[in-house]
Structure formats: C-alpha cells, structure tokens
C-alpha cells in the first residue's frame, strides 16, 4: 500500500529511507539543479513508515513524502513491485532503515546507487558500538533500533543534514524541525520508562512473536523473550516454543502479546501448551513491531506506535500507565479489554 505523507513540521512523523554506507551521496551531476530551489516540493520515498515519519516530520513543507509498505507489512519480507520501482527511480531522494531491514530489497538500492541517486540509511547517524549483535542473526546487526526511542532520536539530525546537503535553500528548516521533534521524543522516552518500571519487576518479561523488542527491553529494562529470531525469515521449532511455555508457567506470567505484522500461530501455540501445563495467560493486546498503524491515525506515527506499545505492555503486565498516554490519545485502549489473537487492528 503506498502512502503519501505531506511534510508538515507539527503533525505527522515521517522516517527517511536511506542505502547502507551512502551517507555522502550527491546529485546526479554537478549540473543537478538544487532541489526545492524552484519552489516545488522534494519529491522523496522511503521505505517503512516509521523511516517515512520521521522524514515528514523534519522536511516539512519543502516535500512531500511516499512510503512503499503500509500497515501491516513485513519489511523483512517486502519485495518491491514494479511500480514501487518506478517511484524509487522518479524521486528525488530515496530513504530506507538499512542493517538488512530491508534485506529484499538490497540489490534495488545499490542499483538507485550506481544511478546516482540520492539514498541514505537513516541507521548510519547510529554509533555500531551501540547496536545489538544476536548470535542467531548470522553476524548482523539488530535492525529494530527505532523500539529504543533514544536510539531513534540519534536519526533525526542524520535526516536533516541530509536534506540540507541536497537543498541548502531549506538547512534552517529542516534543522529548526529537527530539533522541535527531538524535544518530541525526549517527553516520549521519558513516558515509556515511568510506565514501564511501574510493572511489578518480576513480571518485566515481554513475551512476542519474533525478536523485534531487544532494544526496548534493553533500554526500559525488561527481558524480552520470543519464538522466531531478529528475521520473520526464521521459523521457530517445536523446542523454542516449548522453552518459552515453561518460562512463561514458571513465572506465572499473566500475558503475552501478539504483533500486528506477524503470523500469530507461534503464539496460539504458546497459549496452548500453558493452559495444558494449568497455567492460564492472556493475550495482552496487539504490538507495533515492524510496522505501524493505519494511515491518518495517531498509531500511524512513530510516537503514537511506542505510546501504544510501551501502554499496551504496561497494562498487560500488570503495571499501571502514568497517565492516559503520553499525548493523552490513547484512552480508549487503557479502557478497553485486552485484545484476542483474531482482533487485530
């Protein structure tokens, strides 16, 4: 599903797509017109819309901004089509997660590379001393890092100074827009560690789908444990499923939670071998892991996806959410009964 986003420095969020070590791409030629000198928007595309956010937010009104894969979709598994293909070609500047997020998708990028197009991996702001090396993941790195929202925060500048090197006409704003929006997520990292440390400490175990939840349980403290690996290439086998059953029975934990983006098969399995153990655990809800929510909603953003996340896991496990929510947006899920597998948003 495409989605155009336009770049309004307030609203919405919008994350650039960037290419894995291009992080000194220039025009086309040295004859490039300056983008955005003669008064039409950057026409930009990034990949996921946590990237795509991010982007909106900090071009502003000097672009407008498409993202390929829209709730719901798996960037792991994404493969671009041919019109996406088109888009990626005809934009003016391409954005993308990078560490193999986007892993179907490398050939595409080194290709809009070697064309000269602009394209930048907004994870090259983020120091590799920092990043998550899962020994499952085959010597990769993590590339969840948007779940740590500190972590995240490092893109912004990254993406500002990227756009400011293509349109020097707009470095004022796209470094005014920046900073606004780094205040956004200082209040927002700030919320999602008082809610998280007011779950009882022994029940600060999240239990999901696949390991996109590392940096979140590293940064708010929480162990994170789950069936599949980094990657929703992996399958998880009947031993994974059955050691996470038993640390689930011993620690008498009273939910897990399924992803909006993932099969919940894993987790029917789950649900199943603790209640043949005696042990009855709840679906907490639906968790944002690599994708956000709909279009137009406050879930379609990336402050709304971890307001609801860090919310969701803090009533599921038993602890109790500072207020409504960081924007005070979320009430009718603070309100409402944990979601069943079936009830996907």
Not at 248 to 271: C, D, G, M, Y
Request: with cysteine.
């Amino acid at each position: 599903m495409r989605r155009i986003f336009p770049a309004t420095a307030v609203c919405c969020v919008v994350l650039l797509v960037s290419v894995s070590g291009c992080t000194d791409v220039t025009p086309q030629s040295a004859n490039d017109k300056i983008l955005g000198a003669e008064g039409s928007p950057i026409q930009i595309v990034a990949t996921c819309g946590m990237v795509a956010n991010i982007v909106a937010v900090v071009a502003g009104d000097r672009a407008e901004v498409t993202s390929l894969m829209g709730a719901g979709v798996d960037p792991h598994l994404y493969r671009p089509d041919r019109n996406d293909i088109l888009r990626l070609q005809k934009a003016d500047v391409v954005f993308y997660s990078g560490l193999r997020l986007e892993g179907r998708m490398i050939d595409t990028f080194k290709s809009l590379k070697k064309s000269g197009k602009p394209v930048f991996a907004v994870t090259d702001a983020i120091d590799r001393s920092y990043l998550r090396e899962p020994p499952e993941f085959a010597g990769h790195y993590d590339p969840h890092v948007w779940m740590d929202v500190s972590a995240w925060r490092e893109c912004v500048p990254f993406v500002a100074q990227s756009l400011s090197k293509l349109d020097p006409a707009g470095a004022a704003s796209y470094e005014q827009n920046a900073a606004a929006y780094q205040q956004q997520l200082l209040h927002l990292d700030a919320y999602v560690r008082e809610a998280v440390h007011s779950i009882p400490k022994k029940q600060r175990v999240l239990v999901t789908a696949h390991d996109a939840f590392g940096y979140f349980g590293r940064a708010y403290g929480m162990k994170v444990l789950s069936a599949q690996g980094v990657s929703t290439e992996s399958e998880a086998g009947v031993e994974d499923v059955n050691r996470l059953v038993k640390t689930i029975v011993r620690l008498k934990l009273p939910a897990i939670f399924v992803e909006t983006s993932v099969s919940e098969k894993n987790i029917r399995a789950i649900l199943e071998g603790a209640e043949s153990l005696g042990w009855q655990v709840k679906i907490g809800g639906n968790l944002f892991s690599d994708a956000m929510g709909p279009s137009g909603s406050y879930k379609g953003t990336y402050i709304g996806m971890l307001d609801h996340n860090a919310t969701i896991i803090t009533l599921g496990l038993g602890g109790s959410i500072p207020k409504k929510s960081v924007n005070d947006r979320l009430f009718e899920d603070a309100v409402q009964p944990p979601a069943s597998v079936e009830d996907r948003p």
